[in-house]
């Protein structure tokens, strides 16, 4: 098998090479994704939201893999990536009639429920929680890997914990180097942010009902428009969640929320100060003062999802110390670039 050839070191979750092996989507690519899972290896796996660092959801060592790679604690929970709705019952509990409509309108799509925890679902990947979130991915190659792999893989976003997620296989190997031993390239991803979580684990409506706890790829009115009532926005008081702490998402450079009328003018500020400022704009023809860089970022909250992580990239890429942004439009996937943009530039 193909695999041998690539020469990991699972003992360590490293491969022995410097860099990753990088495949293109193939059946024998596949073959060799599923084979790396078995083996407890740790793959980077692209869906239409960000790249995944994948690992086998029922191995507990690979799990810890994961952690280890990320530099994430070990009390967050990861999401399950499984190949279609009829596997639910193998992760999780007590399914709602509201979780299987949203299964059945999103699925496979960015959307992640958090359901109970079934009896077989380890607590390594829930984070000690007896919840467990669960996605079906909708990118072409997340699939074929999954039903080649046979399982639920479990996969945060392929980024050392706190720092801007990866949209190309490129971002995954620059950010986590040898620490993942194969990659398979999806390509950049089409929907660019991470995917909405929202939480469907209350099955008695006493003890409260269905909300986002991340706003992502699947936009809150869609949701609402399935379940034919509003969906409210939960944001936990108990910081489990890592998206939903203060600084994250965040590049080097210090980010800075700024109205798209001051832009300019405060880029022009901190510039005469001697900072090399990024500014994100769609408007990177228009005149910019001396010492500021125009980062595109489209206007269009579909496409400025699909940029942003790219964008953030680049402005570490030319080694500025400050990026000024305004906020999207908050309507759609804007919500959640809009979220994006304030963790990224939240308390360090
Ligand atoms: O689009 C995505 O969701 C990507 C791709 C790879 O699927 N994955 C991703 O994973 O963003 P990660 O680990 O970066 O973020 C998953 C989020 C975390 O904020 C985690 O705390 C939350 O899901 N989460 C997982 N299980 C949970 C649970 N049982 N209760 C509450 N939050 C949970
Ligand atoms: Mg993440």
């Not at 084979?35 to 960000?50: H, K, M, N, S, Y």
């Not at 086998?56 to 810890?64: I, T």
């Not at 944001?235 to 489990?240: G, L, N, Y």
Request: a negative charge; glycine letters at 10%.
């Amino acid at each position: 098998m193909a695999f041998a050839q690539l020469d990991f070191d699972l003992a360590a979750g490293h491969s022995s090479g410097a860099v990753p092996t990088i495949l293109q989507p193939s059946d024998d690519a596949f073959a060799q994704a599923a084979a790396c899972l078995r083996a407890g290896g740790l793959l980077g796996l692209p869906t239409e939201t960000v790249y995944g660092l994948a690992a086998n959801a029922a191995d507990d060592a690979a799990v810890g893999r994961i952690f280890a790679a990320k530099g994430r604690p070990s009390d967050h929970p990861l999401i399950i990536h499984v190949a279609e709705a009829a596997a639910l019952d193998l992760w999780a509990r007590e399914i709602s009639d509201e979780a299987l409509r949203l299964a059945e309108a999103f699925w496979p799509g960015p959307l992640t429920l958090i359901l109970k925890r079934g009896p077989s679902t380890s607590r390594a990947v829930t984070g000690g929680l007896d919840t467990v979130a669960v996605r079906v991915p909708q990118h072409p190659v997340a699939l074929a890997v999954l039903r080649a792999f046979g399982g639920g893989v479990a996969a945060p976003s392929a980024n050392k914990f706190g720092s801007v997620s990866p949209t190309t296989a490129a971002h995954v190997a620059d950010g986590l180097g040898e620490a993942v031993g194969l990659i398979i390239d999806g390509g950049a991803c089409n929907v660019g942010v991470e995917s909405t979580i929202v939480d469907v684990s209350q099955t008695d409506p006493a003890n409260g009902v269905a909300a986002i706890l991340r706003p992502g790829g699947v936009p809150q009115e869609a949701l609402a428009q399935v379940l034919g009532k509003p969906m409210p926005v939960r944001v936990s008081e108990q910081v489990r969640a890592p998206g939903q702490l203060p600084s994250h998402y965040a590049p080097e450079a210090r980010v800075r929320i700024v109205d798209a009328r001051e832009l300019a003018a405060e880029a022009a500020t901190l510039a005469a100060r001697g900072l090399k400022v990024a500014v994100l704009t769609s408007h990177v023809n228009d005149f910019w003062p001396p010492g500021v860089e125009a980062v595109f970022l489209p206007a269009n909250p579909e496409d400025a999802a699909r940029r942003l992580y790219a964008a953030l990239r680049e402005v570490d890429q030319r080694q500025c110390h400050v990026v000024l942004s305004p906020l999207p439009l908050e309507v759609g996937v804007g919500v959640a670039v809009a979220d994006r943009l304030r963790k990224a530039a939240g308390p360090r």
